[in-house]
Structure formats: C-alpha cells, structure tokens
C-alpha cells in the first residue's frame, strides 16, 4: 500500500523498551545501516544496549534520546518508498529532531551527536537542581496552570505545565517542593489522577536552562538546512521552513513547554488527512484517540507494523 499523502509524528523519551529495532534490523538491511552508523558515530555499540539492554542502562536520558532517534529513522528507511507524498511532520520533544531528520533538516549523523549531548546535558541538570515531573489527568490546560502558579514561589521552588499532551491531559515539571504541592493541591483542584513519571529531572522547566545554553552552543556549529517539508513546533505549533528558525526552536524546546495537542490541531487545519507514527511504540497514535478524531492514525515501529504497510 502506497499512502497518497502522509503527515508524520515521532516519538519522544519514554517510548524506548529493551529489543527496539531488532528485528526490523534482522529482516532490512536498510535498518541494519542505520544501527550500525549509529554504533559507528557515537562510539559505542547503541545497537547492542537497545536489543539486550540491561533496561535501567537504556532508560538513561542520554542513552534513551539516541536509541528513539535512531529506530525512528531506521523505521523511516524502510517505509519510505510507501509513504508517498510527505506533507508535514512533527516530533513530541525528543522526536523533533527525529522530524527534522525526516524532513533534511539536519544529517542523522549530526542529529545523534545532538540528541546524545542533549541527554547528557538533561541529566546533569537534573543532578545540579534536582527536578520531578508528574501527569495531571482530568483537568483543563487553563486549570493546570493556575495549580502551577498556585504550588510556585518564584524564583524558586518553581513548577510549570511541560507538556500539553491532549485534553485533560498536561504534564507538569518543576522543583522537588513544588511538585509536591501541586500533587497535593491538583486533586481538590479537580484532577481526576496525578502519575508521577521516571525521570531524572524536570524537563522543559526553567531547570533545564544550563542545557538549553549548552545545547545552544553546540548548535552553532551544526549545519541546518531549510526543511523539505513543514516541521511543526513543539514551542508555539507553527509549521517551521527554514534553517533558522529550525535551530532556534530545538533550542527554545528544552525549557519551554511541549504544545503538542495545538501541533497536532494546527496540523489538521493545514490538511493532515492521516497520520502514521514512526518509531517505537504507540503514544502518539493514543493521542490522537482525542488530538485527531475520526483521522486515521497508524503506529508503524515493529516488523509486523512495517510488513503490514508494504502489503496492504
């Protein structure tokens, strides 16, 4: 089956799991590449920690950015001749530079040396001023963020909204203390559920701004180019199409909050007519349960997923 036009999701960290890639590398050779390339540039053998683990190695920020970023585009190889046209994309964190790969933005070489310094960097911010994150079910994006301001105390202890994933759905990110407040205040607030998440610190929070200047630097001496395509951001949900402005909103992502649910909104108003999720797992695709109604979506990152598409 060849898809008439095709807009792109990519996942973020958390959608990694021990045996990633294995067997679409086993039965393409044009998967098999790209691990190997990814072993090659970063110089260790990431093929190997992402089919035999151990887990807790895997789930290491700058172990777990790299092993997505690399099944993504593993999985793209291979589907690429049935995607068709390609209108649009967009990655949730992570995944955007997963996207912008996609769309010729930047090599894959530079993206995984990119995306492994992120980690890097992620984790020791988290180390200098320890962080949380935790998912607010059940409330509205404007009533998560009142809780923020309600559980802050400027300049710190601070928690902000970090990603807004669908409706009634809002991650929050912040200092140890004020995460503690607000999972304690959002249930009289109205939150029908609060999940704590496994992360080693408070991403896209003002607590990751000794990354964001890092990444920043490095960054300067990174070729972009102008996207084939759109690549819509996750900072403001704009379609981004040109070098520029590509680098300047990676950047901004790493303490600024994932607007993902107004990406995908944004993406349906500018004629997305069916989105395919490239890449481990299926949260994306989950999402739009709620982001996309009654629009296909297609989680395509195991070997059945990808045989399905070249048959069907």
């Known amino acids: 089956m060849t898809l008439s036009t095709s807009a792109l999701l990519f996942p973020g960290?958390?959608?990694?799991y021990v045996g990633m890639g294995k067997q679409l590398a086993e039965a393409f050779p044009q998967a098999a590449k790209i691990f190997r390339e990814a072993d090659e540039v970063l110089g260790f053998e990431l093929s190997k920690l992402m089919w035999e683990g151990p887990e807790e190695d895997l789930v290491l920020t700058m172990n777990a950015q790299p092993a997505i970023l690399t099944h993504s585009v593993g999985v793209l190889r291979i589907i690429r001749d049935q995607l068709g046209e390609v209108t649009m994309a967009a990655g949730h964190s992570l995944g955007e530079f997963s996207a912008h790969v996609a769309a010729g933005t930047v090599s894959f070489d530079e993206a995984l040396e990119l995306?492994?310094?992120r980690g890097e960097l992620m984790a020791q911010a988290g180390r200098s001023r320890p962080g949380a994150m935790a998912a607010v079910l059940g409330m509205e994006d404007e009533a998560v963020e009142a809780l923020c301001e309600e559980a802050s105390d400027p300049p710190e202890p601070v928690v902000v909204p970090a990603n807004f994933n669908s409706v009634g759905q809002v991650v929050i990110s912040g200092d140890l203390e004020a995460i503690e407040r607000a999972t304690g205040l959002a249930p009289a607030r109205g939150?029908?559920?609060?999940v704590r998440l496994s992360v080693s610190g408070a991403f896209h929070s003002p607590l990751m701004k000794p990354a964001k200047e890092g990444l920043k630097a490095r960054l300067q001496s990174v070729e972009f180019h102008s996207p084939r395509f759109p690549v819509y951001s996750n900072v403001d949900a704009l379609p981004v199409s040109d070098a520029d402005s590509a680098r300047e909103r990676v950047i901004r992502q790493l303490t600024e909050p994932v607007r993902w649910a107004a990406s995908v909104s944004a993406?349906?108003?500018?004629g997305a007519g069916r989105?395919?999720?490239v890449g481990p797992g299926n949260v994306l695709t989950g999402?739009?349960?709620k982001n996309a109604r009654g629009i296909e979506s297609l989680s395509i990152g195991e070997l059945e997923e990808v045989v399905a598409l070249g048959q069907g």
């Not at 960290?13 to 990694?16: A, I």
């Not at 939150?191 to 609060?194: E, G, L, Q, S, V």
């Open 191 to 194: 939150a029908k559920r609060i």
């Open 275 to 277: 989105f395919i999720e």
């Open 13 to 16: 960290q958390g959608s990694q």
């Open 287 to 289: 999402l739009n349960r």
């Open 267 to 270: 993406m349906l108003e500018n």
């Open 115 to 117: 995306v492994r310094l």
